[in-house]
Nanobody
């Protein structure tokens, strides 16, 4: 079984920073594109950032210049450094794997974490 576990969420004041982590477990051999999504109260899920195996990154316009996505394939981990946070960034943040390959060769697609809440107070 492949599990994605997010951590690092919490309460922060506007202008502050948080770093989210996503740990991928399950005897992983390879991670393809990894993504961070968020769902704000009353809104649809939004793609925040993605990172490909070649380290190509993409960001939504709303976070560009403030958030940085990174990955450590040796640790099977993905990170989201968030800075200059505003109340509009308040949401549950989810880690998503496009697909991962296990050591035994099995490919698991479309894997989601349980989410970590981020609350930014004004």
């Amino acid at each position: 079984q492949v599990l994605l576990e997010e951590s690092g969420g919490g309460l922060v004041q506007a202008g502050g920073s948080l770093k989210l982590s996503c740990s991928v477990s399950g005897r992983i051999h390879y991670m393809n594109r990894m993504e961070w999504y968020r769902r704000a109260p009353g809104k649809q899920r939004q793609l925040v950032a993605s990172i490909s195996p070649d380290m190509t990154t993409r960001y939504s316009d709303s976070v560009k210049g403030r958030f940085t996505i990174s990955r450590d394939d040796a640790k099977n981990a993905v990170y989201l450094q968030m800075s200059s946070l505003t109340p509009e960034d308040t949401a549950v943040y989810y880690c998503h794997a496009d697909w991962v390959q296990r050591l035994l060769g099995t490919t698991i697609r479309d894997v989601w974490g349980q989410g970590t809440p981020v609350t930014v107070s004004s």
